[in-house]
């Protein structure tokens, strides 16, 4: 199996911890048991092919080992195939990973309340928004996936998977919730992500 692919039928981000793919396989698992469909035989049938999917992307991540976020996002400077002419290579997008020692600590002593606002002023200084005080739309889409799963980390790791990002994007999947140009359903969507996660 692809690596993308799995990540996808466990519904969390590529390069996710082993925590998170773990948690995110027992949240599936229960899901779509098939034993919940035992009243409805083409329901049950289709929760069964559901989960051969999760366990055998399960069983992938589980020994897999993404390579080096480094060696992803940064290319070496002045490395040059001496059997090839020196050509201008492309420059790759410089990934900033954010600090997260404080909000580490922060979560390890309990302190949710605070690290929620560690959690704010990360987010708006990776978006260099800290005088705004608020992010916009096109802050959280410019966000790389290296700089959130980075915060998510530690709030994974500190409440057992129960809180974070790709938390909150596993409750976000499971409610069916839309994201959308269309203002009612996006509404909609939000609220009752809101309701859940409250």
Not at 22 to 37: E, G, I, S
Not at 67 to 86: G, L
Not at 115 to 143: H, I, M, N, S, Y
Not at 157 to 166: D, E
Request: with cysteine; aromatic share 10%.
């Amino acid at each position: 199996m692809q690596p993308d692919l799995c990540y996808r039928i466990l519904e969390i981000e590529p390069g996710a911890s082993k925590d998170d793919v773990k948690q995110a396989y027992k949240d599936l698992a229960k899901v779509w048991h098939p034993d919940r469909f035992s009243n409805d035989l083409r329901l049950q049938q289709k929760a069964e092919e559901k989960l051969k999917q999760i366990n055998s992307a399960y069983e992938f991540l589980k020994s897999y080992k993404p390579q080096n976020i480094q060696n992803q996002f940064y290319k070496p400077q002045n490395v040059q195939n001496s059997t090839k002419s020196p050509q201008k290579q492309q420059e790759q997008p410089t990934v900033v990973l954010p600090n997260c020692e404080k909000l580490e600590k922060l979560l390890k002593l309990g302190n949710l309340k605070e690290a929620d606002q560690e959690t704010k002023r990360l987010l708006l200084e990776l978006a260099k928004r800290e005088k705004d005080g608020w992010l916009r739309p096109e802050d959280v889409k410019g966000f790389a996936a290296q700089a959130l799963s980075a915060i998510d980390q530690p709030w994974s790791k500190h409440s057992n998977g129960y809180f974070g990002f790709s938390a909150q994007r596993r409750i976000w999947h499971k409610l069916g919730c839309k994201s959308s140009g269309n203002t009612f359903t996006q509404t909609v969507s939000e609220n009752q992500f809101g309701q859940t996660v409250h």
